[in-house]
């Protein structure tokens, strides 16, 4: 049939492509998943808050009790000053104040000790433990996960035995622990690695690869510190999970047709044994920021964990809420981006199925 017979394009068929990409994109398997992730999300900060203001304030004393146990400070000045920060008020009046203020307005209030926005405080220390989480998880993956594999493929013999010997060594040192013995190195080999804050005095004479170095080199120690534990544990996991894979039919066929072994492990059983790994990802990153906060400790890092602990001995009402909702913003982020990458990943699996 000639050309000149053919019916003529639909002119609404470019409309219903366009109708049909903006159905798919509002209505589509991931953006209801995020969706009802962050509905999951806003329940579990509204309880999470309520708890952590509630405990913050069964803590004995506040924020002015230093200047009441002060000659100095007269009963109108206090007063005054309680009013000022609303710590006159009952508990329950207290918390709904901050949190209608929180969702209208994203105000958290003002920090009794900096008088400054207490969010704002936190944004200038997040870049930091952001650095610092993402440092370790960088060097933790890089390298346990090539080290569960030579142990895996080595099953049994010296290399696998020595590795499995080192990750038990590595598990019996909390981050704790192992913050302490670096110190300790440090102080031995002083001053090769620097141990306070995160740049040198002379930073700021540096160029830009001066100061990429100089933050480097202070990273050093403290990622060190996040990564040995979290290494052991991750090396066991993908050790156990590419045996578990490799111990499977379509593995030994792959075997039988005369592949590679390099492709066998690499391409098919990998791509398998990978997929728990991925979805530890999220809890892998709670449990670093949790870390974070001895370790920012321990080395002065400026970040939130050693500007929250600050905030609790001083009874910094507004920071510390501010902090604990910030860090749980931040572990549910890290979790759900650890469920979307599983379902990139491996399309066998519907986030539609996953809880």
Partial sequence: MSS????PASPIAPFRRVASL??????????LYILK????????????????????????????????????????????LSADF??????????????????????????????????????????????????????????????????????NRWPDRFLRLFSYIGQGFPTLITGILLLFFAQLVAPLFPVGG?????????????????????????????????????????????LDV?????????????????????????????????????FEFSSLLSGSFIVETYFSWPGLGTLTLEAVQKQDLYLIMASLVLGAVMLIVGNLLADLALAFVDPRIKLSRMN
């Fill in 4 to 7: 000149s017979l053919q019916s």
């Fill in 22 to 31: 903006i159905r798919g994109f509002f209505f589509g398997e991931t953006t």
């Fill in 37 to 80: 992730r962050l509905f999951q999300a806003a329940l579990t900060l509204l309880l999470a808050s309520a708890l952590s203001f509630l405990v913050v304030q069964l803590a004995p004393g506040d924020f002015l009790t230093p200047f009441r146990q002060s000659t100095e400070m007269s009963p109108e000045t206090l007063a005054q």
């Fill in 86 to 155: 609303g710590l006159d008020k009952p508990l329950w009046v207290q918390y709904l104040s901050w949190l209608r203020q929180a969702v209208t307005r994203f105000d958290f209030g003002i920090s009794f000790a900096y008088q400054r926005p207490a969010l704002e405080l936190l944004w200038e220390r997040v870049p930091n433990t952001l650095l610092l989480s993402a440092a370790s998880i960088l060097v933790t993956w890089a390298i346990a996960i090539p080290l569960g594999i030579v142990s895996a493929v080595n099953y």
């Fill in 198 to 242: 995160r740049t040198s005095l002379f930073h700021d004479d540096l160029n830009w690869i001066g100061k990429i170095l100089d933050v480097s080199w202070h990273l050093i120690l403290p990622t060190l510190a996040l990564s040995i534990t979290s290494y052991a544990g991750l090396q066991r996991i993908a050790r156990g999970q590419l």
């Fill in 246 to 282: 490799l111990r499977q039919d379509y593995i030994q066929t792959a075997r039988a047709k005369g592949l590679p072994e390099n492709k066998v492990i690499y391409v098919h059983a990998l791509r398998n044994a990978i997929n728990p790994l991925i979805t530890l990802l999220g």
